[in-house]
């Protein structure tokens, strides 16, 4: 069977004059940013070049756009039958929108204006943007079983990855530095592990080239994915945009601040070390122009340039540097991914994201945590109409970067499979739904239990309780049927419930597929980052 994505096919002639709008913005023949080809008067953006992975789908909806001189016919021809034709308006800008062959390959595209380039070695399948921070850029050659996984990888020659060039910048650039690579022993070490874990799976799934565009980068908040459109339209994002222009217009004396506080403490952590006392807190460095950490800078410099490749979905892993604002994150997050949807005027395409793993060092008692508040944004982003969140609560390490990515890719797999490809699969372990009180037990009810609900381990683990003086204490918790039943003798009549609630828990709730319960509480009290802006 040959699985297609469930995307929205809805660009319109309005919408066409409108990318063409945006595209403007380049110049007559002078496109933003490096283009790969070009003959005498075509200019291609480097996405659209050898090796690549155009969708699938019916219909001339896959868009191929680029630059030549004002008022010239372009014409474009494909090995596997179609001719298409356009021309190039004032300002040198042309896109036309082709039906693609069927899943597979190889093909050869022609583009001319009388001048012809010849692109080889397309394949047609789903294409993916994989985009985050850290622990989407983090590399296969950096993941466990690194060296069997490269060896591994020439066995997927369809899967192909473009990694967008790092660029902050605070204007729209329509072009990147980038290229896209053949999955082989060569080049697979450093494609992006959760991407490339992601897409080995589709691909012995579904049978089906892959196509990764990778655009992350390391430490990134939210708001540089966003565009300044987007930040201004919402009042909850005023002190992010404030915040940077108070820090630019200060730069000067912030940098030399951080310089001198930098030396100070590069002074003193060699001799705590040695002693074995505690470091102080790193001085931050001051978020002015240039950033990567910049409000709309990644987005106008590693999410436009790639506007409007046809795709069918994104997967997502970010959300640490954005945990000390987590409850802002419940409205910027769904604000991003309405952003990049509306940009890419493909509809609701489907948008999978990773939940922040565990981290760090293990609570004795129960306490207050942003890491669990911005793990409970993420998980109330699943309101968004055609989102999914692989759970990872299980597989992280005291190092923020976890090196068990395989999983991580599996687990946003599995959401693909079932939601975007209609395979019926157990895809989401338990996901808290309610609780009843009955004396002094509390009774939680849950979705996405697939075969029964599981303790990994002889007991469950996790589980704190509460009574109206809202003090938290362990409890003890008992699978009972489709139920869990939480309890404790401190506690005589319960009014909350919060299970693995804590930057690092101890937990072991699962479905019987084996995929862990998210992190959830009963309450709504007031957290650790509710005033944060």
């Keep these: 069977m040959n699985y297609v994505c469930k995307r929205h096919s809805v660009f319109a002639l309005t919408i066409l004059s409108g990318i063409v709008l945006v595209l403007s913005g380049c110049g007559a023949g002078t496109p933003a940013g490096k283009s790969t080809i070009s003959s005498a008067g075509i ?14 789908g019916e219909g001339d909806n896959t868009p191929i756009w680029g630059w030549a001189d004002p008022g010239k016919k372009i014409t474009i021809t494909a090995s596997w039958g179609g001719k298409w034709k356009a021309t190039s308006d004032a300002n040198g800008n042309w896109m036309v929108k082709i039906k693609p062959g069927k899943a ?6 022609t583009i001319s204006d009388g ?3 010849t692109l080889k070695n397309i394949l047609v399948g789903e294409v993916w943007v994989c985009s985050g921070q850290s622990n989407m850029e983090f590399t296969v050659k950096q993941a466990n079983n690194s060296a069997q996984e490269i060896a591994d990888a020439n066995n997927y020659p369809q899967i192909r990855s473009f990694n967008v060039g790092r ?10 530095n980038g290229k896209w690579q053949v999955c082989s022993s060569q080049t697979a070490g450093n494609f992006t592990a959760v991407g490339y874990f992601f897409g080995r799976e589709l691909n012995k799934q579904l049978n089906v080239p892959i196509g990764l565009i990778h655009t992350s980068w390391g430490g990134t908040p939210a708001e540089s994915w966003m565009s300044r459109e987007y930040l201004e339209n919402d009042p909850n994002f005023q002190p992010i945009l404030k915040r940077f222009e ?3 217009a200060n730069i000067v004396e912030l940098k030399k601040k951080y310089r001198e506080e930098m030396q100070k403490y590069d002074s003193i952590s060699p ?19 240039g950033h990567a950490y910049s409000p709309t800078g990644l987005y106008n410099g590693m999410i436009v340039p790639i506007l409007p490749y046809g795709i069918c979905g994104a997967i997502w892993y970010q959300g640490e540097s954005n945990a000390w604002r987590a409850y802002q994150y419940r409205t910027l997050f769904p604000a991003m991914i309405k952003n990049w949807r509306d940009a890419w005027h493909q509809g609701d395409f489907p948008f999978y994201f990773v939940q922040l793993a565990n981290y760090d060092e293990v609570n004795p008692e129960p306490v207050e945590s942003d890491w669990a508040e911005l793990r409970e944004a993420q998980l109330m982003t699943l309101s968004v109409p055609n989102t999914g969140m692989a ?16 999983d991580v890719g599996k687990r946003l797999a599995l959401w693909a499979l079932a939601k975007t490809y209609g395979k019926n699969i157990v895809y989401s372990g338990p996901i808290y739904r309610l609780m009843e009180v009955q004396e002094n037990k509390a009774v939680l009810h849950f979705e996405n239990i697939g075969g029964g609900l599981m303790a990994k381990g002889d007991s469950l683990k996790g589980f704190a309780i509460a009574g109206a003086d809202r003090k938290f204490v362990w409890a003890d918790a008992n699978i009972e049927g489709n139920t869990v039943v939480v309890s404790s003798d401190k506690v005589n009549v319960p009014v909350a419930v919060r299970y693995a609630w804590e930057k690092n828990p101890v937990c072991n709730l699962y479905n019987k597929e084996g995929l862990p319960a998210t992190p959830f509480r009963t309450d709504t009290w007031p957290g650790v980052t509710d005033s944060r802006r």
């Design 43 to 56: 200019r291609l953006p480097s996405i659209i070049s050898d090796n690549m992975v155009l969708q699938q």
């Design 104 to 109: 597979g390959g190889p093909y050869e595209m």
């Design 115 to 117: 001048n012809p380039i």
């Design 167 to 176: 660029k902050v910048i605070y204007t729209p650039m329509h072009n990147c």
């Design 246 to 248: 108070e820090t630019s």
């Design 271 to 289: 001799k705590l070390k040695a002693e074995g006392k505690p470091l102080p807190p790193r001085p931050e460095e001051p978020i002015g122009p």
């Design 391 to 406: 759970v990872t609560i299980d597989i992280g390490e005291k190092d923020i970067h976890p090196k068990n990515k395989q």
